[in-house]
């Protein structure tokens, strides 16, 4: 039996984990035998992520305690279990919907990607949403457009004058 004690322990820790990630995901995992729970941690943790299963009061309380009520208490109905993204927080979502195309498992309950809530049902789209990485490159790449098409501007207007200068000397060479 886990003592007050050590549920107390296990929520400071949770809320840690909830306010270091940038987007978690509520998962039920019933039905999933211990081999491939095993393997899904393993996928996860390769991608730098942490899979966290708990009981649901635990969850409620530490989310309560950091103030995100978004995450509707019905969500957490069975087995349930966390996955804490870290720095791309739309990369479990993308592990998610493999493993549930694969297998059917793990159900998504609910996830909060940036403060915001999505419904379970919302899964596929967000395993297609761009990755943070993806979606700053496009940022910089937008940026930097206009400063190409300025430099080629200015190299155009060198060359013709550089061009209208060879012209006016062969003119004046004749």
Same mark, same amino acid.
């Given at each position: 039996m886990v003592t007050l004690k050590q549920k107390k322990d296990i929520v400071g820790?949770?809320?840690e984990k909830f306010?270091?990630?940038?987007?978690?995901?509520?998962?039920?995992?019933e039905g999933i035998n211990v081999a491939k729970t095993i393997a899904l941690r393993r996928e996860f943790k390769k991608e730098g992520?942490?899979?966290k299963v708990s009981k649901n009061t635990l969850f409620i309380k530490?989310? %309560?305690e950091i103030g995100n009520n978004v995450v509707p208490d019905d969500k957490f109905r069975g087995a349930t279990a966390v996955v804490f993204g870290y720095g791309d927080p739309v990369k479990p979502a993308?592990?998610?919907?493999e493993q549930v195309d694969k297998t059917q498992y793990p159900k998504l309950k609910a996830a909060v990607l940036e403060g915001v809530f999505y419904d379970g049902s919302k899964l596929k789209e967000l395993s297609e949403l761009p990755s943070k990485p993806d979606m700053i490159a496009s940022i910089i790449g937008s940026l930097h457009a206009p400063i190409t098409g300025i430099v080629g501007?200015? %190299?155009a207007v060198i060359r013709d004058v550089a061009?209208?200068?060879?012209?006016?000397?062969k003119k004046q060479g004749k």
């Open positions: 820790i949770l809320v306010k270091k990630a940038d987007g978690y995901y509520f998962v039920d995992f992520f942490e899979f530490a989310l %309560n993308r592990i998610i919907k501007s200015i %190299n061009y209208l200068v060879e012209e006016v000397a």
